[in-house]
């Protein structure tokens, strides 16, 4: 017990240093959170190839010291938009599918937090990607539910969609808090990078072992590993730490 307890302190040393260090703010306002444009995705206009890109970025007020919300965004070839499908929480509540698909930018802030790339496919990879894509947004098994922890929630549903389609390679940050949420009563299943295979109770505990991820222990959704191919560390609250910055 006193080695769970440790443990348990241990990941939440992180998302609360990220509060102490303003990182993520403690309160927020949504009706003047911003949703600027970043301009780091490609223009439509002048990229005719076809883009897959997958996008996080911190969860809205004191949630983001915990989390981020991913994303993801398709253009097929010589298309004049992108189109965006991600899982939101409050369509779920207004009695809405959680699933929102729109033709929109798909670099905006998410309620003020700037976003990063987390994968990116051009050209005929991509293309061959999005109708794989497509298919698995409508397998998505839990397009009625959302539970902000420990899933299904926007995490869930992206790496449902990384699992379907491995030639995202997709290695969600530690910080994506539902990505291990499996399901459907399911304890092992293939990583989101489907590099390695992970074993989870609920998305509460388990552990996870991936030519891209590394190696991560998950304890109460907040998950705390290291990666040696990248050289990073995967901490709760800060996301994947070493050479190259922090995603």
């Not at 241990?10 to 403690?26: D, E, F, K, M, S």
């Not at 003047?32 to 007020?61: K, L, W």
């Amino acid at each position: 017990m006193i080695y769970l307890l440790c443990l348990i302190l241990l990941v939440l040393a992180g998302p609360l240093t990220v509060l102490a260090l303003g990182i993520a703010p403690v309160r927020g306002d949504w009706a003047t959170a911003t949703h600027n444009v970043t301009g780091i995705a490609p223009d439509p206009a002048t990229t005719p190839e076809a883009v897959v890109q997958v996008y996080a970025a911190r969860a809205f007020s004191w949630r983001g010291a915990f989390a981020v919300h991913t994303w993801i965004a398709v253009k097929p070839e010589g298309a004049a938009t992108f189109t965006t499908y991600e899982v939101i929480g409050w369509r779920h509540y207004r009695g809405q599918s959680p699933i929102a698909v729109r033709q929109k930018a798909p670099d905006t802030e998410w309620f003020g937090a700037a976003p990063v790339i987390l994968s990116d496919l051009r050209g005929p990879e991509a293309a061959a990607a999005i109708p794989a894509i497509e298919r698995a947004v409508a397998a998505y098994p839990h397009r009625d539910t959302y539970r902000t922890w420990p899933g299904p929630n926007s995490n869930t549903f992206t790496a449902h969609i990384a699992r379907a389609v491995p030639a995202l390679r997709l290695d969600l940050p530690p910080t994506a808090i539902g990505k291990d949420y499996l399901g459907n009563g399911d304890i092992v299943a293939a990583t989101p990078s489907g590099t390695g295979y992970q074993f989870s109770l609920g998305g509460v505990f388990g552990i996870l072992a991936g030519i891209e991820e590394g190696i991560e222990v998950n304890v109460l959704g907040l998950a705390i590993g290291i990666d040696p191919l990248d050289l990073k560390l995967r901490l709760p609250g800060f996301g994947r730490v070493g050479f190259g910055g922090t995603n």
